[in-house]
């Protein structure tokens, strides 16, 4: 084979593991982008959850607090 040729198979090899790479990290990236949706659903929740635990707390302040048991 001549230089030329040789040099041709060197960069079709390392196109196909360029693409290859391209393509397992393009996969990772989709992994992590659903994650990310996953992780702000979760935070959504429990962001709702602690206000409308506030909401009652506040609520409850409100009303005079009963003394502790002991007395």
Do not use: C, F, W
Request: hydrophobic share 25%; no cysteine; proline share 7%.
């Amino acid at each position: 084979m001549s230089d030329i040729e040789n040099r041709v198979m060197e960069l079709e090899i390392k196109n196909a593991h360029q693409e290859d790479t391209i393509e397992q990290l393009n996969h990772i990236i989709i992994e992590h982008q659903n994650s990310i949706g996953t992780l702000i659903r979760q935070l959504k929740q429990i962001q709702n959850k602690v206000s409308s635990l506030q909401e009652n707390g506040s609520q409850s302040k409100n009303e005079p607090e009963p003394p502790p048991p002991h007395y």
